[in-house]
């Protein structure tokens, strides 16, 4: 075999060698989306496979849910508190209520009369209880939601916790705590919930701020009360947002439903104040002192501005 044939034969041989990787690489891949696509089809069809059972309890079930029996969603008393005060920065579009959150010395959550708080209160309240009894085996860690009743997307903001137990590889054994909703079940269980942003802490209560802010076009949920949520917020007038241009409400919400019904706005257009009342709806809901003492506070966040 002469030199130009040996040379001939080498190329033949690498450009085999080459294909030979480059098939097995494409197997590679091949195999692993087979596989991706084969978990994620059973993770989707556990329950009727019969790999999980949606009805087990999680670990240390009664003494978390005697923790989390007495807690309940609710801002109301915060929001009319003196010492509870709203401020606007008109240049970041930005408003902050003050002083909603509250800490004990030691930097532990303090609910209001021991049981009232907003979800992120009430998070932080039952992980600080849940991660003392839970050991290595599990993590736990908070959960951004959205659920059908009164929390829905893309609005959706509310706050739970997830516990996942680490020992199971294939179909780890996922809980989910709802201190708003006072369940504890597995996530199987938990249909209506899309779960998105998943976090080791809150920031609130990592920087131990007293404060929440959030972007003006928001509401901030207060209290929930049969089918109805009640909430405050502060919006633009007319694509404007400045301090001759603003509205600062309080809407309720029924389950289900993604339009809000103000109860009680004041609105600033062109620096000309309105004001506007919805007794009948409220009084749904609230009482009238409940009621009153609510429009006189938020009357005194307005007229601060």
Known sequence: MNKKSMQELEKLHKKVRFYKILSILFACIIVSICLAESMRWIRANAQELGLVDVDKKGPYYEKIKKIMEPVRYSGLKDLIDLNTRLTVDFEKKE???????HFDKDGKIVLTE?????CGDLAVYMYERVSTLLD??????FVYVSESNFFQAPRGSHVALKVTDKTISLIPNIYIIDPTFRKYRKIEYFEDYAFYSELPY?????????NETFLAGTQCP???????LLSIGLDYVEERFDENNFVLFLTLTKRHKYFSRPIFALRKRNGIVGVSKNDELALKVLNKQEFELLCEKVSSFFYRE
């Not at 021991?114 to 907003?118: N, R, T, V």
């Not at 207060?222 to 109805?228: H, Q």
């Open 202 to 210: 809150l920031q609130f209560y990592k920087e131990k701020s007293r």
């Open 95 to 101: 408003w902050t209520l003050h002083n909603i959150h």
């Open 136 to 141: 290595n085996r599990y993590s736990i860690n």
């Open 222 to 228: 207060i209290f929930i009360k049969g089918d109805f």
């Open 114 to 118: 021991g049981c009232y708080g907003l």
